[in-house]
């Protein structure tokens, strides 16, 4: 296909991904662990076959087609690489969007409700830039005529998306600042360390008798590297069965977050470089022989205070958000949403 072609194409696969997230089918920045317990309530199920979701509230209520919900559905699912589109990821797909039209129905009555306006400037802006997008505006009007959509309606939706944007920004304000002592700790907790570690595979659906086998071995390196003339890195290239073996186990730096919360909690807790964890740490990769290399240094405290201050806007942000959900009802078309919610 050639670049001129490509560029005509171009704006009618953008303009319907932008309509569809403008009309309410986003994901609303959801992901598993937040959507695990949803925070809504859950309806009586839709029977109506042209209705995926239905959500109300003080507000009044919101519809989403059954339609839109699997066009957004197949968006989100081509974003993801083959490997992740399991069935948990798939349900975890329903129920993002499920949480993000809920999530946008409560942000837009709760703007109105407030008052909050959207500056006419900007949402003009938008369009402009929209219409850039296409040859003439002739071609863009045929565009939005094909997704039974105008110019007008285009603008309501982006001066939705706009008042839900400067609620959100007004929300970000109702935080508490850290203080110093609050500083000091976050400094801390969050220092980057260095470590080595050997890995002995047993997954999570692995037989007894492989963990068993797993576990026994790695109590038994844990008693050889816990030596002081045994050379770990030996021991890692020799045993290890993850990445990291040709590297002496070698992990190089890295902060809590980067490590699943067994091996970070295991980490942390050593205080002196070339400590050994007491006992093997299992996570869902197997069995961990972990050894401190670097206890590092606190984070600087002018970085960890705005890093700091910025977690506890966007936490605010979803404490106000989720107290809203809280009065939302969500009912779903068993039929067409498979996300095996909780009722």
Same mark, same amino acid.
Request: net charge negative; glycine share 6%; proline share 3%.
């Given at each position: ?65 059954? $339609?839109?919900? %699997? @066009? #957004?559905?197949?968006?989100? &699912? ?7 589109? *399991? !069935? +948990?990821? /798939? ?69 939705? $998306?706009?008042? %839900? @944007? #400067?609620?959100?920004?007004? &929300? ?7 203080? *110093? !002592? +609050?500083? /000091? ?159």
């Amino acid at each position: 296909m050639s670049l001129p072609t490509l560029s005509r194409l171009l704006p009618a696969v953008v303009l319907p991904a932008l309509i569809l997230s403008l009309a309410g089918c986003g994901s609303g920045n959801g992901t598993s662990s937040e959507t695990a317990d949803v925070p809504y309530q859950m309806g009586n199920a839709v029977s109506d076959s042209t209705v995926a979701l239905v959500v109300s509230s003080e507000y009044g209520s919101d519809t989403l087609t059954a $339609q839109r919900y %699997q @066009q #957004q559905v197949r968006m989100s &699912m081509k974003r993801q690489a083959p490997g992740q589109q *399991s !069935e +948990d990821q /798939t349900q975890d797909t329903h129920r993002q969007l499920i949480r993000g039209f809920a999530r946008q129905h409560a942000l837009r009555g709760e703007a109105k409700a407030q008052g909050v306006e959207a500056d006419p400037a900007q949402v003009n802006a938008r369009v402009e830039k929209l219409k850039q997008r296409y040859e003439s505006e002739e071609q863009f009007r045929k565009q939005l005529a094909r997704n039974n959509m105008t110019i007008d309606s285009v603008r309501s939706l982006l001066a939705d $998306q706009f008042r %839900q @944007q #400067q609620l959100q920004r007004e &929300m970000a304000q109702n935080f508490e600042e850290p203080s *110093s !002592e +609050d500083v /000091t700790a976050y400094s801390e907790e969050n220092r980057r360390i260095r470590a080595q570690h050997i890995l002995l595979k047993a997954g999570e659906n692995a037989p007894e008798s492989e963990v068993d086998s797993a576990r026994q071995a790695a109590t038994a390196l844990v008693d050889s590297a816990q030596m002081d003339d045994v050379d770990f890195a030996e021991l890692a290239r020799r045993h290890s069965q993850g990445p990291s073996a040709q590297k002496g186990g070698d992990l190089g730096f890295f902060t809590r977050d980067r490590m699943v919360d067994e091996f970070a909690e295991a980490a942390y807790a050593l205080s002196d470089s070339g400590d050994v964890a007491d006992e093997p740490v299992r996570t869902r990769f197997g069995f961990h022989v972990i050894r401190l290399t670097n206890a590092g240094e606190p984070m600087d405290t002018t970085k960890a205070r705005k890093q700091m201050t910025k977690e506890r806007r966007q936490q605010a942000v979803e404490d106000q958000i989720n107290a809203l959900l809280d009065d939302v009802t969500v009912r779903t078309n068993p039929d067409i949403v498979s996300a095996g919610l909780r009722k």
